[in-house]
């Protein structure tokens, strides 16, 4: 580990969360190639270099556009920084390696489709068709789990989350189920089971929160992708760690 490396991979990912806003937000009404220089979402005016620095020129504008005085959606600091942060942690905890490669994949998938379910309630399926064959690709040149705990954790991931979502009857949907779909095929059986539970773990606390808070009433859906997003990252980083730490806790 090197702190340098770690500083340039904090500040990749503040530029790379910029850009994957960007993506979260454009993607799903496919205005995302509608215009290559980034511009005010109120006024439209296209932005000065200054205002493009992350997580500093929301500080420095305290929020707001320069020319509209709109707010600015605090989605954007908050995932530059999370951007930031995971890239430096992915980094730290696994050095130059294909795990970090995987890491950044996998932050690059999660990031802009939190972004997305937060913003629009939706998991675009054109991210999740982009970042499939990469997916793949990288199982192919490193591969653990075997191929072969990819294809079961696929299988397993569709049929569990399949089933739930006809018990269920709402919450979870269409574009819920290809996203845990990916991520059994990443993470193979026993590291999708995990995934999925902490995720509906997430969600409830998440939801009692809210409840406590009396932000909503009964009937409001919450998007799950950002708690899909979460548990993977956690699974990612700690997950063979609380699988062993678990088998130990049962023998
Ligand atoms: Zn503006």
Same mark, same amino acid.
């Given at each position: ?5 770690? +500083?340039?991979?904090?500040? $990749?990912?503040? =530029?790379?969360? #910029?850009?994957?806003? +960007?993506?979260?937000?454009? +993607?799903?009404?496919?205005?995302? !190639? ?8 109120? /006024? ?20 707001? /556009? *320069? ?14 920084? %999370? ?7 992915? $980094?730290?905890? $696994?050095?130059? #390696? ?17 972004? #997305? ?12 068709? !982009? !970042?499939?064959?990469?997916? +793949?690709?990288? *199982?192919? !040149?490193?591969?653990?789990? #075997? ?51 902490? @995720? ?5 606390? &998440?939801?009692?929160?809210? &409840? *406590? ?6 009937? &409001? ?9 979460? @548990?993977?990252?956690? =699974?990612?980083?700690?997950?063979? %760690? ?10």
């Amino acid at each position: 580990m090197n702190t340098i490396v770690t +500083v340039i991979f904090f500040i $990749y990912g503040l =530029v790379f969360g #910029s850009f994957f806003n +960007v993506v979260g937000l454009r +993607v799903p009404n496919g205005t995302l !190639f509608a215009q290559t220089r980034s511009y005010c979402d109120t /006024c439209q005016r296209t932005l000065t270099w200054k205002e493009l620095i992350p997580v500093w020129s929301f500080l420095r504008q305290r929020g707001r /556009c *320069r020319q509209c005085k709109e707010k600015i959606s605090l989605l954007y600091p908050i995932m530059e920084l %999370t951007t930031g942060l995971l890239a430096a942690f992915t $980094y730290y905890r $696994y050095g130059f #390696s294909e795990q970090t490669l995987l890491g950044i994949l996998l932050i690059a998938l999660i990031i802009p489709l939190t972004v #997305s379910d937060i913003a629009y309630r939706k998991i675009p399926n054109k991210m999740l068709l !982009f !970042f499939t064959p990469l997916f +793949v690709v990288l *199982r192919l !040149f490193n591969p653990q789990p #075997s191929f072969w705990a990819s294809l079961l954790g696929t299988v397993l991931a569709f049929s569990l989350v399949f089933v739930i979502i006809l018990l269920s009857n709402g919450g979870m949907g269409a574009g819920d189920l290809k996203y845990f779909t990916l991520l059994g095929f990443i993470f193979g059986p026993a590291l999708f089971l995990l995934l999925f539970f902490l @995720a509906t773990l997430y969600g409830a606390i &998440m939801g009692m929160i809210l &409840m *406590r808070l009396k932000k909503g009433n009964r009937k &409001m859906t919450i998007p799950f992708g950002p708690y899909i997003g979460l @548990a993977a990252l956690t =699974v990612f980083y700690f997950g063979e %760690t609380i699988l062993q730490w678990y088998l130990s806790f049962l023998s």
